[in-house]
């Protein structure tokens, strides 16, 4: 399978306690976004990475979320001191370029509950 | 972004046509009509996107308004598989902002 993978899909962990997600993009994607999705809601942008460079971040992304992708390939999402607001779905995507005319590829993401 | 409007939901049988409506009357001369959509549990998936001329491909049709300002997804014969969320998204060069989409329900 050559698509966006994401890991761990599931994560239950208690309120205080510090989360990681792995992101592994498409082959030669040059970006790669993270998005998060709670109940009844459309995807909402965090943020996304050109190569190892972070261009934009949501005002969603408080202080307590931090993203890297540090050689340009994988990526990681760190959530510190987990709060229960913070349980959603945290989705991985990658395109080959911007969006105008590119497609973004969206991987099955990462269920959170904090407890 | 511009924004996008969609029915809440709709309903269609199976093995009939299905065409799913989205206004975009904000949309700059530059972005893309995307669609995408959302089976429970599940990562969006690419469904089609266009610029002004009519799109097809093995999932879908893409009829876009001459002016632009909406769209229609065309589903020529819907299976039950095709129950899902469906967003139409116009975006800009650097990330795609989703509404709250269509539900579509496939009934026998």
């Known amino acids: 399978d050559t698509g966006v993978s994401q890991n761990p899909r599931h994560k239950i962990t208690k309120r205080g306690q510090n989360v990681t997600f792995r992101c592994d993009p498409i082959s030669e994607h040059n970006r790669l976004y993270w998005y998060r999705q709670t109940l009844g809601q459309g995807p909402e942008f965090l943020t996304y990475?050109?190569?190892?460079?972070?261009?934009?971040k949501s005002r969603l992304l408080s202080d307590r979320f931090s993203a890297e992708r540090p050689k340009g390939s994988f990526s990681t999402l760190e959530i510190q001191r987990t709060e229960q607001g913070d349980s959603a779905m945290y989705l991985c995507?990658?395109?080959?370029?911007?969006?105008?005319?590119?497609?973004?590829?969206f991987g099955e993401g990462s269920w959170l509950t904090v407890v | 972004d511009a924004k996008t409007t969609q029915p809440n939901s709709m309903e269609s049988n199976e093995e009939e046509p299905v065409h799913l409506p989205c206004n975009h009357s904000?949309?700059?001369?530059?972005?893309?009509i995307h669609w995408y959509r959302q089976l429970p549990s599940q990562g969006p998936e690419y469904v089609i996107h266009?610029?002004?001329s009519n799109v097809n491909n093995r999932m879908a049709s893409l009829a876009i308004a001459e002016d632009r300002k909406s769209s229609t997804l065309i589903l020529h014969r819907a299976t039950l598989r095709d129950a899902a969320v469906y967003y139409c998204?116009?975006?800009?060069?650097?990330?795609?902002?989703f509404g709250t989409g269509t539900r579509l329900q496939v009934t026998l």
């Open positions: 998204i116009s975006g800009t060069a650097s990330k795609l902002t």
């Open positions: 995507a990658s395109s080959l370029g911007g969006t105008s005319g590119n497609t973004i590829y």
């Open positions: 990475f050109q190569n190892e460079a972070q261009l934009e």
């Open positions: 266009g610029l002004t």
């Open positions: 904000t949309i700059s001369g530059t972005d893309y």
